[in-house]
């Protein structure tokens, strides 16, 4: 395991973990004060994309990069993990880059607004996602 992605992959989850946390208590306290200073994070916060079937996106975001985070833990300290671990991480890394790129296309589309924090954490996923390919590509064949 190259220890420079895996703590890079680390450091990433935990920025997208404390956005996502940060955008949830923003979205259900609906306080404006936590935009510091942008217009466009009201705008898609209170936009009928910052829900899915009642549940704030931002839950999403912690449940995702928790549970990259959880893998990551695990992966040095559990046989199981440390042989799937890669691979579960590529996994989630996938799906959570496909709902940022759509995310980023409601943004800029639909919204023609842009969150700095919403930026941040599709920043965050999108390379999580780069650095879980490059683990999968550089993992050692058994």
Same mark, same amino acid.
């Given at each position: ?5 895996y703590?890079?992959?680390?450091a ?9 946390? *940060?955008?949830?208590i *923003? ?5 404006d ?21 009642g $549940?704030?996106?931002? $839950? ?11 893998? %990551? ?13 890669? %691979?579960m ?13 759509? %995310?980023? *296309? $409601? ?36």
């Open positions: 395991m190259d220890k420079w992605f703590r890079a992959s680390v990433l989850a935990i920025l997208g973990l404390l956005v996502s946390i *940060y955008m949830t *923003y979205k259900l306290t609906s306080d004060r936590m935009c510091v200073g942008s217009g466009d994070c009201h705008t898609v916060n209170a936009s009928r994309y910052s829900e899915v079937n $549940v704030p996106v931002a $839950v999403f975001g912690v449940i995702g990069y928790g549970a990259i985070l959880a893998v %990551l833990f695990f992966e040095p300290r559990n046989r199981f993990f440390g042989d799937n671990g890669t %691979l991480i590529f996994g989630m890394g996938l799906f959570g880059f496909l709902f940022t790129v759509w %995310l980023v *296309y $409601v943004e800029l589309v639909l919204l023609k607004a842009l969150c700095p924090f919403c930026v941040t954490s599709q920043i965050s996923m999108t390379l999580l996602f780069v650095l879980a390919v490059i683990r999968l590509i550089k993992q050692p064949q058994s």
